[in-house]
Every structure is written in C-alpha cells, then in structure tokens.
C-alpha cells in the first residue's frame, strides 16, 4: 500500500483559495486512483474528487467549478486546488488512493485502500 501525507490546510476567509498538497510513497504511483474526501463534524466522509491514473476527473456536485485535482506522477504527489470556498467547505480533508481497477467508480471511501491523516481546513464567514 501506498503512505500518504496532506498538508496546505488552513484557515482562510470566504471567497479565498487554498491548495492541498498529498505527497506519496510507495511504488507504481502513476497506477493509482487518487481521491480528496472530507468529513465535517458530526457527518459522515464525503467524496469531493477523484482523478484515475489516466487523468480523467470527477468531481462532487458541491465542488464542481470551484475545485480542482491534479497529479504530478514525477514527484508522486495529488493536489486540490480550492477557489471560492465557502464556511460549508470546512472540514478535514483527507487524500485516499488505491490502485486503479476498472471496477470501481471511486466515489465511495470504500474504493479506496489508503488514507493520509488529513489536513483541517476552516473557511470563515
């Protein structure tokens, strides 16, 4: 399995911009599906994006045009890049990846196999 390390979380105003950084180790790391979840307190994890080992992103409806996913497969590292954030967007973030299967649809934290320790993100009113 594949160690993962977020970082880039903070505390930051509506309307601003973050970026969330996820640094790998392990091998075959352009193989993997990599994932952003979050969970705020009291609810349950839930998925904000995905992007498959051939580049192809999905986003959840909540993100979708405010948040990016990008990886770069020479230095083994994942980002999400967050504009217009919203106090709804505060949560831990916490980088997943697996390695990629066609089987799976990679939405559900369940598909993914490896998990960082996350990274706090508040975005104030």
């Known amino acids: 399995q594949v160690q993962l390390w977020e970082s880039g979380g903070g505390l930051v105003q509506a309307g601003g911009s973050l970026r969330l950084s996820c640094a790998a180790s392990g091998r075959a790391f352009s193989s993997y599906a990599l994932g952003w979840f979050r969970q705020a307190p009291g609810k349950e994890r839930e998925f904000v994006a995905h992007i498959r080992y051939r580049g192809s992103t999905y986003y959840s409806d909540s993100v979708q045009g405010r948040f990016n996913i990008s990886r770069d497969n020479d230095n083994d590292m994942v980002y999400l890049q967050m504009n217009s954030l919203k106090p709804e967007d505060t949560a831990v973030y916490y980088c997943?990846?697996?390695?990629?299967?066609?089987?799976?649809?990679?939405?559900?934290?369940?598909?993914?196999?490896?998990w960082g320790q996350g990274t706090q993100v508040t975005v104030s009113a």
């Open positions: 997943a990846a697996s390695w990629d299967s066609s089987y799976r649809n990679y939405y559900l934290a369940a598909d993914f196999s490896s």
